[in-house]
Nanobody, 116 residues
Framework: QVQLMESGGGLVQPGGSLRLSCVAS???????MGWYRQAPGKQRELVAR???????DYADSVKGRFTISRDKVGRTVYLQMNNLNPDDTALYYC???????????WGQGTQVTVSS
């Protein structure tokens, strides 16, 4: 069973930066690791995802501001968020998809609030 531990959320002023981290334990390998977010009253949406081959996907709203990366062993995924704005305020969830079975696992979420 995969367990995900997220960290790095918080309160930041517009234009500021935050770095989210997610450490995965359990499981064998992951076909994809990524971040989703959900703002109040809205559906959960993909923010960024990195696949086994290194390919990255970003939501249009974060392109050029957010960068996803992972460690060499594929157990930790990071999301560097720059030039944050109030529209980025949401609960950010880490997600991993296991290779083979395709099982998806979610973290508990870390709150990001952008406000002056």
């Amino acid at each position: 069973q995969v367990q995900l531990m997220e960290s790095g959320g918080g309160l930041v002023q517009p234009g500021g930066s935050l770095r989210l981290s997610c450490v995965a334990s359990g499981g064998l390998s992951f076909a994809a690791m990524g971040w989703y977010r959900q703002a109040p009253g809205k559906q959960r949406e993909l923010v960024a995802r990195i696949r086994t081959n290194g390919a990255k996907d970003y939501a249009d709203s974060v392109k050029g501001r957010f960068t996803i990366s992972r460690d060499k062993v594929g157990r930790t995924v990071y999301l560097q968020m720059n030039n944050l704005n109030p529209d980025d305020t949401a609960l950010y969830y880490c997600n991993v998809v296991e290779a083979g079975w395709g099982t998806s696992s979610w973290g508990q979420g870390t709150q990001v609030t952008v406000s002056s």
